[in-house]
């Protein structure tokens, strides 16, 4: 027997009291350390469900809530925040279901509270409405002009300059400063809501322009005049002069 065992290799028995250990491990690991109702419903400990039903609720769900508030769910499913849960924002209210009048929710009136989802960060995906609230109206609270619970802000008509700035800027310094977009576009109010649906009208004939610059036009003296009849005839004004900066260079 002594000498089968000094026949056997080093390596040989350095391995084999490794794989002693192993299987003592084992053995220690599955009889003492797994609790003893693991598997007997899935690969988990059974008691678990029990501990996790035991634990103590926080949060309602807002179909609780609306058995209460049904007017507000109602507004929240027609807006923008109706995918938000109640509790996202009130923040975890069981114990009020209980007991409305003894426990209040949080009301999260303050500024700071609304930017944790709408403040401008490149990483938010693109089109999700985002805000910089360091110049987004800084005085005033988040929800004195957006109901949390519809957000869209009422549409105010705004002057043509809002959007079209660019136009604005040009005409500002050409020697139409002066004239009103309105005096060649007739824009209804609806297009400042609905822009693409309510176009206004451009002018579409160079007698247009003559109203003001023909020979014979009834305007004011100092505007330059030009003759109709044979002042590039074959073309409209504006193919040659931008009418909202018509000098002519
Ligand atoms: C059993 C009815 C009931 C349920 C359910 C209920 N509420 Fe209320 N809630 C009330 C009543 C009543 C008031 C008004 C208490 C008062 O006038 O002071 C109220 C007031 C509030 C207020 C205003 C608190 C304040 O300080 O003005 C908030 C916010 C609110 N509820 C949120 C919730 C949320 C969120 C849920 C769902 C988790 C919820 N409620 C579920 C009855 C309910
Ligand atoms: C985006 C966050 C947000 C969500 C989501 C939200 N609320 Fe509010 N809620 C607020 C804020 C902020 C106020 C305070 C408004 C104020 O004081 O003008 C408020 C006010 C209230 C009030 C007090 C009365 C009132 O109309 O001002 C009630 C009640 C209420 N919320 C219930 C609910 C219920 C129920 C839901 C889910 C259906 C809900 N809220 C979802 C932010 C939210
Ligand atoms: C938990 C994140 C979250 C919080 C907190 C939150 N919002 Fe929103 N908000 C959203 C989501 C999501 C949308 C919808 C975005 C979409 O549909 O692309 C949205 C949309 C909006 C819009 C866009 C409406 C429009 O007409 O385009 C406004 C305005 C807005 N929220 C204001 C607020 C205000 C004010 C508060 C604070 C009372 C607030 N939000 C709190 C997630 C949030
Ligand atoms: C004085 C009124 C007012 C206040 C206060 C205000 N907003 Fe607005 N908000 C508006 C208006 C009006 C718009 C419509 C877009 C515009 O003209 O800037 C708007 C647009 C938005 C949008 C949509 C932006 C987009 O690109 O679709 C978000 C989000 C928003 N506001 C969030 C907030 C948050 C958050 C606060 C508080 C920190 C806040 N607002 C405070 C009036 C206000
Ligand atoms: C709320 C933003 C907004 C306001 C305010 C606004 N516009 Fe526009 N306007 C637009 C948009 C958007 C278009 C479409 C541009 C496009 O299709 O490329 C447009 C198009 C136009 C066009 C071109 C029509 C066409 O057939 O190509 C004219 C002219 C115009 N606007 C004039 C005006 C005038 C004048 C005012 C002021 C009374 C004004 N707009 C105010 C957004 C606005
Ligand atoms: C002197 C007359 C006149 C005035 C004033 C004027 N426009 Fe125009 N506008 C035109 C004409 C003419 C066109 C058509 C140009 C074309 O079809 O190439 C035009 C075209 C446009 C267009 C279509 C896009 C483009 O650039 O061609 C927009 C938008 C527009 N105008 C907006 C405005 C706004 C906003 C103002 C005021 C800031 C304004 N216009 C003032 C005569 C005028
Ligand atoms: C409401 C009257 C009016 C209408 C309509 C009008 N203009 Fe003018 N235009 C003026 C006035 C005023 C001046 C500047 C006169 C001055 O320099 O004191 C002017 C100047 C000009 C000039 C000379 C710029 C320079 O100083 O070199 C050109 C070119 C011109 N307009 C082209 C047009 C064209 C093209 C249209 C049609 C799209 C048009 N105008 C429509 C009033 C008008
Ligand atoms: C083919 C290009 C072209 C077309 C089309 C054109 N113009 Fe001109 N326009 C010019 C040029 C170039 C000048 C400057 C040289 C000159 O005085 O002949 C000018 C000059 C002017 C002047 C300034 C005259 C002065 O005494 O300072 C006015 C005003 C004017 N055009 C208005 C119009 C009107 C209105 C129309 C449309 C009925 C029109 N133009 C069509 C090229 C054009």
């Avoid at 027997?1 to 056997?8: A, D, E, Q, R, V």
């Avoid at 008691?47 to 609780?64: D, R, T």
């Avoid at 807006?79 to 938000?84: Q, R, T």
Wanted: proline fraction near 10%; hydrophobic fraction near 30%; aromatic fraction near 6%.
């Amino acid at each position: 027997m002594k000498n089968f065992l000094s026949k056997i290799p080093e390596q040989v028995k350095r391995l084999s009291v490794l794989l002693v250990i192993i299987v003592i491990g084992f053995v220690v690991v599955t009889s003492y350390l797994v609790p003893k109702d693991f598997g007997v419903l899935g690969h988990y400990r059974a008691s678990a469900v029990q501990s996790n039903a035991n634990k103590e609720m926080h949060y309602a769900g807002q179909e609780l809530c609306a058995s209460c508030h049904e007017d507000i769910l109602k507004t929240k499913m027609q807006g923008y925040h109706k995918n938000l849960s109640c509790e996202v924002c009130h923040g975890p209210s069981l114990k009020h279901t209980d007991e409305p009048d003894q426990f209040k929710p949080n009301k999260p009136r303050d500024r700071k509270f609304c930017p944790i989802c709408h403040e401008y960060n490149p990483s938010r995906p693109t089109g999700f409405p985002q805000i910089t609230s360091a110049s987004h109206n800084q005085r005033k609270i988040c929800v004195t002009c957006h109901n949390p619970h519809n957000p869209t802000p009422p549409q105010t008509p705004k002057e043509c300059e809002a959007c079209h700035g660019e136009i604005a800027r040009t005409k500002s310094f050409s020697a139409h400063a002066d004239i009103p977009c309105t005096r060649c576009h007739e824009a209804s109010e609806k297009h400042k809501l609905m822009p693409r649906e309510y176009l206004p009208t451009k002018p579409v004939k160079r007698e247009f322009c003559g109203g003001c610059h023909a020979t014979d036009a009834k305007s004011a003296p100092e505007i330059p005049r030009i003759d109709l009849a044979t002042h590039e005839p074959r073309y409209v004004c504006w193919q040659c002069h931008y009418p909202h900066l018509p000098e002519a260079k």
